[in-house]
């Protein structure tokens, strides 16, 4: 039976409340046009408390930021088992069901936000990146990565957020045909490599000697042969 007491929150629990209202909000509307006022209210707390755990909007932003970057870099983390297209087409799935939750914060992320030029910003959106790269390199079993390699896996990666920013301005693309359409860009850009750098030859050859005819690279074959048709 509830005796109508609120339990009072501890400092860090407050924060973690915060950070939460605060990502939920600028998950939904780009954080410009989030006020202290309206996290306050959501959070059931006064703005001056707002202020006790947080400086300004910008600290709580960094703040929210900082768990929604180690969110969607967890999203590339994938059991290596199982066909190389298959697993490339399980983290795209999950890197768009990021992007379908966070739409507006993920543009302020990409495209700018209140926290523009902040170096911690620009660090977070580069931890993302270079645990994406760490990841895709895992699962092409490759510790230090050759020119070519580095090259094609950083172009990809940062295709795939060029894409997901098109497909949030009005989501004119099925979400399904992008996620298999960067699998396909990844085997296109390392494909087209191996034709100028006998190593990356050797990397695709390994790439696709286990990919099963129903994969997403032997459907890339596919449409590519139907073309030339």
């Known amino acids: 039976m509830s005796t109508g007491v609120r339990r009072r929150m501890g400092v860090d629990e407050r924060r973690q409340q915060l950070i939460g209202v605060a990502l939920e909000?600028?998950?939904?509307?780009s954080p410009d046009e989030v006020s202290i006022d309206?996290?306050?209210?959501?959070?059931?707390?006064?703005?001056?408390?707002?202020?006790?755990?947080f400086p300004g909007k910008l600290s709580l932003y960094e703040a929210a930021l900082k768990r929604a970057s180690e969110d969607l870099a967890g999203r590339f983390a994938e059991s290596q088992e199982g066909p190389l297209g298959a697993r490339l087409l399980r983290v795209m799935r999950r890197y768009f069901d990021f992007v379908d939750e966070h739409g507006p914060g993920f543009a302020a992320l990409m495209r700018g936000g209140p926290a523009v030029g902040s170096s911690a910003t620009n660090a977070l959106i580069d931890s993302?990146?270079?645990?994406?790269?760490?990841?895709?390199?895992?699962?092409?079993?490759?510790?230090?990565?050759?020119?070519?390699?580095?090259?094609?896996?950083?172009?990809?990666?940062?295709?795939?957020e060029s894409t997901a920013l098109i497909w949030l301005d009005g989501r004119r693309i099925p979400r399904g045909e992008l996620e298999v359409q960067l699998v396909h860009d990844f085997a296109?850009?390392?494909?087209?490599?191996?034709?100028?750098?006998?190593?990356?030859?050797?990397?695709?050859?390994?790439?696709?000697?286990?990919?099963?005819?129903?994969g997403p690279f032997a459907d890339l074959a596919g449409r590519l042969i139907a073309l030339a048709g």
């Open 25 to 29: 909000l600028f998950s939904r509307r």
């Open 38 to 53: 309206e996290i306050a209210a959501a959070a059931g707390i006064s703005r001056p408390l707002v202020y006790h755990y």
């Open 128 to 160: 993302v990146r270079q645990a994406a790269y760490e990841q895709i390199l895992s699962h092409l079993d490759v510790t230090e990565a050759p020119a070519r390699l580095e090259l094609v896996v950083r172009s990809w990666i940062s295709l795939a």
């Open 188 to 214: 296109a850009l390392a494909a087209v490599s191996a034709a100028y750098d006998e190593e990356m030859s050797a990397l695709v050859k390994r790439m696709v000697q286990d990919e099963p005819t129903d």
